[in-house]
């Protein structure tokens, strides 16, 4: 692990020279206290990314520290370094444009011949343009992340299915997934969403996976709040990839274990009927249906392969 952090850390250094030719071009004409300024706070930035991906590493596990105050840091992090990246494709521009100059003049082709003064000035055209494309994803996911991560929303969407009992017309099914509850510092914004799901008076509710990031703990403090959704033929409920836990390292098999185990539980506690590769019989005016519950299903990455269509 020691050595993955490295790699990852050393790529990381990389973009960061590497974007910071845009730093440097764009206040090439401040005074030298104001550079000097710029190239801390640059680099300020960059250090305390490595100290706290460092810091992490050691204190992930100890409960003095909050996983929040992690988990927004990081977003943070990663957010700056893919600004960086975006940014340095314009500048890999200019640096491929000197490469083709540079080879013209070596083997005397004649390319590249003007002058210098058009070179500099389209060296800093392209790098106020790195900076402000990174500044779009920057401003954009910040904003998301601060904002819209709980900006919940009602989409409405008729299904057509042939065949369906002519009892279950006009059922309302209210579909919910990815709540991922150790995002999230407080309850309010799930009181918000029950409130805005029971508004709907669904006939039935089904939740789709992923309750937690990665530990049961994550949703215990929302157990009461969760309770409160209802629906006059049931809440279900199955399990997405994060809720296995395969993205922890646990200390044994059976702390994993037990950790899914106490997920289970917490979906029982809430009164969520949890779909294990299992049916069940909906009834309505005398009429019935089958829901299945097939568990999670990944075709890519190490997302767990659980689901048996079959069993169910």
Same mark, same amino acid.
């Given at each position: 692990?020691?050595?993955?952090?490295?790699?990852?850390?050393?790529?990381?250094?990389?973009?960061?020279?590497?974007?910071?030719?845009?730093?440097?071009?764009?206040?090439?004409?401040?005074?030298?206290?104001?550079?000097?300024?710029?190239?801390?706070?640059?680099?300020?930035?960059?250090?305390?990314?490595? $100290?706290?991906?460092?810091?992490?590493?050691?204190?992930?596990?100890?409960?003095?520290?909050?996983?929040?105050?992690?988990?927004?840091?990081?977003?943070?992090?990663?957010?700056?370094?893919? #600004?960086?990246?975006?940014?340095?494709?314009?500048?890999?521009?200019? %640096?491929?444009?000197?490469?083709?100059?540079?080879?013209?003049?070596?083997?005397?082709?004649?390319?590249?011949?003007?002058?210098?003064?058009?070179?500099?000035?389209?060296?800093?055209?392209?790098?106020?343009?790195?900076?402000?494309?990174?500044?779009?994803?920057?401003?954009?996911?910040?904003?998301? +992340?601060?904002?819209?991560?709980? *900006?919940?929303?009602?989409? =409405?969407?008729?299904?057509?299915?042939?065949?369906?009992?002519?009892?279950?017309?006009?059922?309302?099914?209210?579909?919910?997934?990815?709540?991922?509850?150790? #995002?999230?510092?407080?309850?309010?914004?799930?009181?918000?969403?029950?409130? +805005?799901?029971?508004?709907?008076?669904?006939?039935?509710?089904?939740?789709?996976? %992923?309750?937690?990031?990665? =530990?049961?703990?994550?949703?215990?403090?929302?157990?009461?709040?969760?309770?409160?959704?209802?629906?006059?033929?049931?809440?279900?409920?199955?399990?997405?990839?994060?809720?296995?836990?395969?993205?922890?390292?646990?200390?044994?098999?059976?702390?994993?274990?037990?950790?899914? *185990? =106490?997920?289970?539980?917490?979906?029982?506690?809430?009164?969520? %009927?949890?779909?294990?590769?299992?049916? =069940?019989?909906?009834?309505?005016?005398?009429?019935?249906?089958?829901?299945?519950?097939?568990?999670?299903?990944?075709? $890519?990455?190490?997302?767990?392969?659980?689901?048996?269509?079959?069993?169910?």
């Amino acid at each position: 692990m020691l050595i993955r952090f490295l790699i990852f850390f050393g790529i990381l250094l990389l973009i960061d020279f590497y974007f910071f030719q845009s730093i440097k071009t764009v206040t090439s004409d401040w005074t030298l206290s104001r550079q000097v300024l710029a190239s801390r706070i640059y680099w300020g930035i960059t250090i305390f990314s490595l $100290a706290f991906g460092a810091f992490s590493m050691i204190t992930w596990n100890d409960p003095l520290f909050s996983k929040y105050i992690y988990q927004y840091v990081f977003c943070l992090i990663f957010i700056l370094v893919l #600004s960086k990246i975006v940014g340095s494709l314009f500048l890999l521009v200019d %640096d491929l444009q000197r490469l083709v100059r540079w080879s013209g003049h070596f083997f005397n082709l004649g390319i590249g011949s003007g002058g210098g003064e058009d070179g500099i000035s389209r060296a800093k055209f392209l790098s106020y343009t790195a900076l402000g494309v990174a500044a779009i994803p920057l401003s954009t996911m910040i904003y998301g +992340m601060v904002k819209t991560a709980f *900006d919940f929303k009602v989409r =409405r969407k008729s299904v057509v299915l042939p065949n369906l009992p002519s009892a279950f017309e006009g059922l309302k099914i209210v579909q919910i997934s990815d709540v991922h509850s150790g #995002s999230f510092y407080n309850g309010s914004s799930f009181e918000r969403a029950v409130e +805005m799901i029971m508004a709907e008076k669904p006939d039935v509710i089904f939740f789709t996976g %992923d309750l937690v990031n990665d =530990r049961s703990s994550e949703a215990e403090p929302h157990i009461n709040i969760w309770k409160k959704l209802q629906a006059p033929l049931g809440v279900f409920s199955i399990l997405g990839n994060h809720d296995y836990g395969d993205y922890v390292v646990w200390e044994t098999e059976e702390a994993k274990k037990a950790n899914l *185990d =106490r997920l289970k539980e917490i979906h029982k506690e809430m009164g969520w %009927d949890l779909l294990l590769n299992e049916h =069940r019989i909906l009834e309505k005016g005398g009429e019935k249906i089958g829901l299945i519950g097939v568990e999670n299903w990944g075709g $890519a990455l190490n997302f767990p392969k659980k689901g048996d269509i079959l069993k169910g």
